[in-house]
């Protein structure tokens, strides 16, 4: 089984991650708290009461679980790929895959990498959630001290099951929309590169950037319910499960809550994988 596509997604998705955080902050306590008016009020104020760290909270976590996760993805994919067309990734712009290969490959790496990312996730929610500024004096502490310590929390007080809090809506969220991803960014590369050649560094970077945009699109609405899910009884209301998150945020608060979080998801999205893609190509490319 070819290893190096498990390595380049892991740095990829790194560069990718720490470029993206910010967004990802604000977007999180713009989809669970009531309190901001709006992607700049979100921003102004926690850059007013946390400086720029408030920004980057919760991020040290995610930056060691992407080795896991980003590997596991675009491992799984292309080792998928591989097993459905019997081609390496080098041979595959010679003999590209079917759209449907493409898609049930994208799939197949979604689903798996949900459950690696499901626990880190939750943590890292749970923690950009927490707005009081690190060291305040007086004032009350946060309920978690840092990423071990909310992951010990968590599982003293729920136990292992705790930390797949949201995984099923996780699993949900990532498994089509990962298909759509690799579909949007192959098309977007054949598009303009001419048969049998790799796809420019512009090319990467601009496919990439938009498969990215698209799949958080599609993964919108589910985004906000595992969020949602991941921060119930944490003085929000608990769900009896994703169905009534579903029907009681879209009863209480409309139809326009499964779109929280899009502008900034998609603004996100973009930088984040554009980097990640041509960080991938170029190291694989590096390699063969
Ligand atoms: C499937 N879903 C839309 C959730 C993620 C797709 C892109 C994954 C990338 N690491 C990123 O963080 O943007």
């Not at 007013?48 to 408030?54: A, C, D, F, T, V």
């Not at 699993?171 to 690799?182: A, N, S």
Request: charged fraction near 15%; aromatic fraction near 12%; hydrophobic fraction near 40%.
């Amino acid at each position: 089984m070819p290893v190096e596509e498990f390595v380049a997604g892991w740095i990829s998705g790194a560069l990718g991650l720490v470029l993206g955080h910010p967004f990802d902050t604000v977007k999180v306590r713009l989809q669970t708290q009531n309190t901001y008016r709006g992607i700049i009020d979100c921003t102004v104020k926690t850059y007013r009461h946390e400086s720029i760290l408030g920004f980057f909270k919760g991020m040290s976590f995610p930056i060691a679980s992407i080795a896991v996760v980003n590997s596991v993805l675009f491992g799984v994919y292309s080792n998928t790929l591989l097993v459905l067309t019997a081609t390496s990734h080098h041979e595959r712009r010679l003999q590209p895959p079917s759209y449907t290969h493409v898609f049930v490959a994208g799939c197949t790496g979604g689903f798996l990498q949900a459950y690696c990312l499901a626990p880190f996730d939750l943590i890292k929610v749970r923690l950009q959630n927490q707005t009081e500024p690190r060291a305040r004096q007086g004032g009350p502490p946060p309920r978690y001290r840092g990423p071990v310590h909310c992951a010990a929390s968590i599982f003293q007080e729920e136990g292992p099951r705790g930390l797949f809090r949201g995984a099923w809506a996780l699993t949900l969220r990532d498994t089509p929309t990962l298909g759509i991803y690799f579909v949007s960014y192959e098309w977007l590369c054949r598009q303009v590169t001419p048969d049998g050649q790799n796809p420019s560094s512009t090319t990467v970077l601009v496919a990439g950037g938009f498969a990215g945009i698209t799949s958080w699109v599609t993964a919108t609405p589910l985004d906000v319910i595992k969020s949602r899910m991941q921060m119930a009884g944490l003085g929000q209301r608990e769900y009896q499960g994703l169905l009534d998150c579903m029907v009681s945020s879209a009863r209480q608060e409309g139809l326009g809550v499964f779109f929280r979080g899009l502008t900034i998801n998609s603004a996100r999205a973009f930088p984040v994988n554009a980097v990640t893609f041509l960080s991938y190509e170029y190291l694989l490319h590096l390699w063969g």
